[in-house]
């Protein structure tokens, strides 16, 4: 399919257009087979994956996969960027705190902060 709303069927389905650009993309559901055929495709996906039981792993399955993924060799340009920044595993891995945070009105960016909090104060940092 090469039309021009391929880009904003999936929008479309998940009623995220504006109305303007929804009722164009309508328009053109009324003249092209192959489109109504995709959002058709499309709307049944949204449905039947709404109907899958939802997943939550434990925080043992979590930490598993989690110490696994670790133990894999990484490539030499992640490994530098990983002196730059915290891990994305370090939060993956304290995932229940993160959500307790989000609780009580923490951004994670606040965690970098308390994270370093002891570098800030070295530095004369309020």
């Known amino acids: 399919m090469s039309c021009t709303i391929e880009d904003e069927l999936t929008a479309y389905v998940d009623g995220e257009l ?47 996969v989690l110490a696994q993924v670790e133990g894999l060799p990484r490539p030499w340009p992640e490994r530098m960027r990983s002196w730059l920044r915290p891990s994305e595993l370090a939060v993956a891995e304290n995932y229940e705190l993160l959500s307790d945070y989000e609780v009580v009105g923490l951004d994670p960016a606040d965690l970098d902060v308390v994270e370093h909090l002891d570098q800030l104060e070295k530095e004369g940092r309020p």
């Open 18 to 64: 504006s109305a303007v650009e929804a009722a164009r993309v309508r328009s053109h559901l009324t003249s092209c087979s192959d489109c109504r055929s995709t959002e058709s495709l499309l709307r049944r996906t949204v449905t039947q994956l709404a109907a899958l039981p939802s997943f939550e792993p434990s925080s043992a399955l979590r930490r598993r």
